[in-house]
């Protein structure tokens, strides 16, 4: 018997982002029409990386459109840690900032995890402080990691049953894979973190009836790697440079080949960068109301 191929459903994190966007911008309407400030998100960056650049620039223009605060702070390249420690240490007294994210990642001569321990943990949109993710492993409230919290939101506006789903996670960062896993884990999927020293991944990646990319190479996931059916996460944003001065954005999935295998596939451009970026305005949105008593 030949196995039909399913049929692929895109899960269009650009839609649900409008949709979660417009349903904050409304939220905060609200709350500040009862006279209360506006959130407040301070992204602070470090260095000229363009890619670093960009994000950084839709994460504050995001913030303008729902009504919030931005107090984005760009540093020059050759910034020193006390610098940056003095920096984060006036926007966590700083009573108008909500939410704090160090764009990631910082030059090498900066120790971007001490940096990150400084941070106020109420104010952690970025999920990162050791305080944060202890919560995460004990499965309990706390401000969780924008980008895996962006992936369970998605997978949930489907209705994509969970539990009891083997769910492969390629990439164990602690930006993504491990937090990921660990959502995965709290919905009763059976989990495995696969990462670069894994052993026949294709066998491992095979079994998943939900796969996650998260490991930054350029449309590593092929149809062969891909169990008929699978719901397949793209968590990758990698620029290819095509020459003359063009680019064009792709996965860590090889989509062209792999939509013909997959039953639910996330796109690149439009997935879970939109999502990302979604998530960091909720987080903000939620330390707000926590340290306000809303
Ligand atoms: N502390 C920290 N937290 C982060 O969450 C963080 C970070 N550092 N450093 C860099 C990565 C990358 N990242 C993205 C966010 C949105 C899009 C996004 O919106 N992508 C659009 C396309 C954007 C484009 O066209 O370039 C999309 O996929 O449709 C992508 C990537 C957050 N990151
Ligand atoms: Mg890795």
């Not at 009504?67 to 700083?94: C, R, W, Y």
């Not at 704090?100 to 971007?112: E, R, S």
């Not at 095979?206 to 699978?230: H, N, S, W, Y």
Request: charge should be negative; glycine fraction near 10%; charged fraction near 20%.
């Amino acid at each position: 018997m030949t196995a039909v191929p399913p049929s692929c459903q895109i899960l269009d994190g650009k839609a649900l982002a409008q949709k979660m966007q417009g349903e904050l911008k409304q939220e905060i309407a609200q709350l500040v029409a009862q006279g209360h400030r506006s959130p407040g998100l301070a992204v602070l960056m470090v260095g000229d990386n363009p890619a670093s650049a960009v994000y950084v620039r839709n994460k504050e223009k995001a913030c303008e459109k729902l009504g919030m605060v931005s107090f984005g702070k760009h540093f020059p390249v050759d910034t020193d840690q006390e610098t940056l420690t003095a920096a984060i240490a006036s926007l966590n007294e700083d009573e108008r900032v909500d939410g704090i994210l160090v764009q990631l990642p910082l030059p090498d001569h900066l120790d971007a995890v001490k940096l990150l321990h400084t941070i106020d943990p109420g104010k952690d949109v970025d999920g990162l402080h050791p305080v944060n993710l202890g919560h995460l492993v004990r499965g309990e409230d706390g401000l969780r990691s924008c980008t895996p919290a962006g992936v369970m939101a998605l997978l949930a506006e489907y209705d994509l049953e969970l539990t009891g789903k083997n769910a492969v996670v390629l990439g164990r960062s602690i930006l993504v894979g491990k937090p990921l896993a660990l959502m995965l884990l709290e919905k009763n999927c059976t989990v495995t973190i696969a990462h670069s020293r894994t052993q026949n991944l294709a066998d491992i990646t095979r079994q998943a009836d939900i796969l996650v990319a998260a490991i930054g190479k350029p449309e590593f996931v092929t149809a062969d790697m891909v169990k008929p059916g699978a719901i397949v996460v793209d968590v990758g944003i990698n620029r290819l440079e095509l020459g003359e001065g063009k680019s064009k954005l792709v996965g860590d999935v090889d989509f062209a080949g792999v939509a013909p295998m997959a039953s639910y596939l996330t796109p690149v451009p439009g997935g879970i960068g939109p999502m990302t970026v979604t998530l960091l305005l909720a987080n903000t949105v939620a330390s707000y109301r926590q340290r306000l008593g809303l």
